[in-house]
T-cell receptor, first 113, second 115 residues
Framework: EDQVTQSPEALRLQEGESSSLNCSYT??????LFWYRQDPGKGPEFLFTLYSAGEEKEKERLKATLTKKESFLHITAPKPEDSATYLC??????????????FGGGTRVLVKP | AAGVIQSPRHLIKEKRETATLKCYPIPRHDTVYWYQQGPGQDPQFLIS???????DKGSIPDRFSAQQFSDYHSELNMSSLELGDSALYFC??????????????FGPGTRLTVL
């Protein structure tokens, strides 16, 4: 069964203090690894898809990387508006379409001014 | 850009009642997914549809059923509601993308409260 573990569970940062979030996974044939941002009471907002080890994606202050066992989400010089829960999810190669996402527990990030 | 639309946004029901949640995918998306998210938990997959056929099934109770219609919108029907069904219900949609990976875009959710 696919498993995703995120660490730390919570992270408190000062504005401008860079840090990294970890996502460890086991999956029977990785189709894609996804990062989402979720604000309280709202739907997950898509950030990145990573397909294979060595791949990197960047968007503003966020950078996601992928190895065969884990992914990192690096937050560079965060701002208070980066405060959110960051979710990691994996999708296995099972069917042509409609494959589920298996999520980790998320990392709650709080950036203080 | 158009996003996934869910209705209603909030729903309050009594135990043993029935609820219907609706999802309208992003235009030209042919795959729809349903997830349940309890308080403080991550989203749990319920069921998905591709081209109006059930594609994958997760931990969806037998009291729940869903379908995708010819216009690709989907409905989640929940019967004999229990207190434990209170949660946020998200719909997501995806096109078939590069390498067949289904990047899923989530709607704003329906908050269901069962009293």
């Amino acid at each position: 069964e696919d498993q995703v573990t995120q660490s730390p569970e919570a992270l408190r940062l000062q504005e401008g203090e860079s840090s990294s979030l970890n996502c460890s996974y086991t999956v029977s044939g990785l189709r894609g690894l996804f990062w989402y941002r979720q604000d309280p009471g709202k739907g997950p907002e898509f950030l990145f898809t990573l397909y294979s080890a060595g791949e990197e994606k960047e968007k503003e202050r966020l950078k996601a990387t992928l190895t065969k066992k884990e992914s990192f989400l690096h937050i560079t010089a965060p701002k208070p508006e980066d405060s959110a829960t960051y979710l990691c999810a994996v999708q296995a190669m099972i069917k042509a379409a409609g494959n589920k996402l298996t999520f980790g527990g998320g990392t709650r990030v709080l950036v203080k001014p | 850009a158009a996003g996934v639309i869910q209705s209603p946004r909030h729903l309050i029901k009594e135990k043993r009642e029935t609820a219907t949640l609706k999802c309208y995918p992003i235009p030209r998306h042919d795959t729809v997914y349903w997830y349940q998210q309890g308080p403080g938990q991550d989203p749990q997959f319920l069921i998905s549809f591709y081209e109006k056929m059930q594609s994958d099934k997760g931990s969806i109770p037998d009291r729940f059923s869903a379908q995708q219609f010819s216009d690709y919108h989907s409905e989640l029907n929940m019967s004999s509601l229990e207190l434990g069904d209170s949660a946020l219900y998200f719909c997501a949609s995806s096109p078939i993308g590069r390498k067949g990976t289904d990047t899923q875009y989530f709607g704003p959710g329906t908050r269901l409260t069962v009293l």
